[in-house]
């Protein structure tokens, strides 16, 4: 069993930058695609960028494509999510999660996925 911790939200001004990490235990990442997604009030969890198990792969939602950076270091057991220009609307709480497969492919369907963390608030200001 693979545990997810998310930290690094947090109040920003618009167009400022928060880096998300998403520390796992329990298991090392090496086997697991992982994945970010957030909800916002009132809405459905959604999804937001996904990494294959090695890195190689990646793949954004078109909101905030050319603005987050989703990576991983297997070493450190740990992913991350860069976030740069953000928007109001960006507000939501972040959620990491984790797929295991021996495939490098990502998912983007939250239904594919086995483990997630507890969430971490981003909050945006205008």
């Known amino acids: 069993q693979v545990q997810l911790v998310e930290s690094g939200g947090g109040l920003v001004q618009a167009g400022g930058s928060l880096r998300l990490s998403c520390a796992a235990s329990?298991?090392?990442?090496?086997?697991?695609?992982m994945g970010w997604f957030h909800q916002a009030p009132g809405r459905q969890r959604e999804f937001v960028a996904a990494i294959s198990r090695t890195g190689a792969n990646s793949y954004y939602a078109d909101s905030i494509k050319g603005r987050f950076t989703i990576s991983r270091d297997n070493a450190k057991n740990t992913m991350y999510l860069q976030m740069d220009m953000l928007k109001p609307e960006d507000t939501a709480v972040f959620f990491c999660a984790a797929k295991a497969t021996p495939f490098r492919a990502v998912y983007t369907d939250e239904a594919q996925y086995d483990h997630w963390g507890q969430g971490t608030q981003v909050t945006v200001s205008s």
């Open positions: 329990g298991r090392t990442l090496n086997n697991y695609a």
